[in-house]
């Protein structure tokens, strides 16, 4: 019983919660080295002489996030996990799934970032092909918001993980708009301080993803009923 009341007490659930947030982070920043490296060896010339580099490192992040992202949601639903053990096996089991549409998407991202600090200087033609370059950027991203929780937590094809996340996207609009706001709200940090803020708030990050989600993942479980991570 003493045992139970101590488990119980909210401060050491906190503690908890902490550990597991501070081992899923280092677990992602890890499997995020070859990204941390390229930010550091290139720095202001990422998108030019780097860019094959930052292509490549930002395809890793897939697996990298997917298993953090998997750490997140076993702890909303659970809550309890292993984090370091969850962490590197969720990244084994989803790695060829999360690796195939992260390097689609890094390339989209990584083009239409690179063409948005060349337009920059033409305003001639900023007007006009800026907002189309800004859809180019978060078009991919708001599908990624749903792709990766999605591919985490279920067995199913590419093509299925993409039209869920499509369809939730614009179907949860409100549920799209917080998680982009967690985003946002990151890439400010990430301003103001560091970018590598990102790595130190990554599974605060990916808790609250998967907390505002968890909902359409259990209605998702309940429609097509298939072996989950």
């Keep these: 019983m003493a045992k ?35 930010i550091l060896a290139y720095g202001d010339k990422l998108f030019t002489e780097g860019i094959i580099f930052f292509v490549i490192s930002l395809s890793l992040e897939g697996p990298a996030i997917t298993a953090l992202l998997s750490v ?38 990584t083009f239409v970032s690179y063409d948005l600090s060349i337009i920059k200087y033409k305003t001639s033609t900023s007007y006009i092909v800026k907002p189309l370059l800004f859809s180019g950027l978060f078009i991919p991203l708001i599908i990624s918001t749903y792709v990766f929780p999605i591919i985490c937590r279920f067995y199913i094809s590419i093509k299925d993980a993409v039209k869920l996340s499509i369809y939730y996207s614009v179907r949860n609009f409100k549920i799209t708009i917080l998680v982009m706001s967690v985003l946002a709200l990151g890439y400010l940090l990430m301003n103001l301080v560091s970018v590598f803020v990102v790595f130190v708030i990554s599974s605060l990050v990916c808790y609250v993803i998967m907390y505002y989600e968890k909902d359409i993942l259990k209605e998702i479980e309940e429609k097509i009923k298939p072996s989950s991570n």
């Design 4 to 38: 139970e009341d101590f488990t119980d007490n909210p401060l050491y659930t906190i503690t908890g919660y902490i550990w597991y947030f501070i081992a899923g982070a280092f677990c992602f920043s890890i499997c995020s080295i070859f990204l941390i490296l390229t």
């Design 72 to 109: 997140m949601g076993k702890l909303i639903r659970e809550k309890d996990v292993d984090a370091i053990k969850d962490y590197f096996k969720a990244y084994k089991v989803n790695f060829l799934q999360a690796l195939s549409l992260s390097f689609f998407l890094a390339i989209i991202l």
